[in-house]
């Protein structure tokens, strides 16, 4: 038997292969990873910052969550996509990493 993700896992997906297409656009690079639980592994191609994006369900709906301190709904993709894409990329400081 085929290993086929369960509704909760194929949602989740959904959620990330979304923001991974908007993340794409604006030039970063991203990878699934977790198998069962995945989660969107993401890094700016030029500079190697990285950080790792969770779709998790909430009271409202689901969010994206990410290091350090990040959340924004699923609702927004693009939004988020700004919003890591500021994080890793290269006006974001030398503390960042």
Same mark, same amino acid.
Do not use: C, I, K, Y
């Given at each position: 038997? +085929?290993? !086929? @993700?369960?509704?909760? $896992?194929?949602?989740r997906?959904?959620?990330l292969? %979304?923001?991974?297409?908007?993340?794409?656009?604006r &030039?970063?690079?991203?990878? #699934?990873?977790?198998?069962? $639980? /995945?989660?969107?592994?993401?890094w700016? /191609?030029?500079?190697?910052?990285? $950080?790792i !994006?969770?779709? #998790? +369900?909430?009271?409202?709906?689901?969010?994206?969550?990410? %290091? @350090?301190? &990040?959340?924004?709904? !699923?609702?927004? /993709? %693009?939004?988020t996509?700004?919003? !890591?894409?500021?994080?890793? &990329? +290269? %006006?974001?400081? /030398?503390d960042?990493?």
């Open positions: 038997m +085929p290993d !086929v @993700p369960d509704a909760f $896992t194929q949602q997906l959904v959620h292969d %979304s923001l991974a297409a908007e993340l794409r656009r &030039g970063l690079a991203s990878r #699934t990873l977790g198998g069962a $639980t /995945p989660v969107l592994w993401v700016h /191609p030029d500079n190697g910052r990285q $950080t !994006v969770f779709a #998790t +369900p909430a009271r409202d709906g689901w969010l994206f969550v990410w %290091s @350090p301190d &990040g959340q924004q709904s !699923v609702d927004d /993709p %693009s939004r996509a700004e919003a !890591v894409g500021r994080l890793l &990329g +290269p %006006s974001a400081g /030398p960042a990493s």
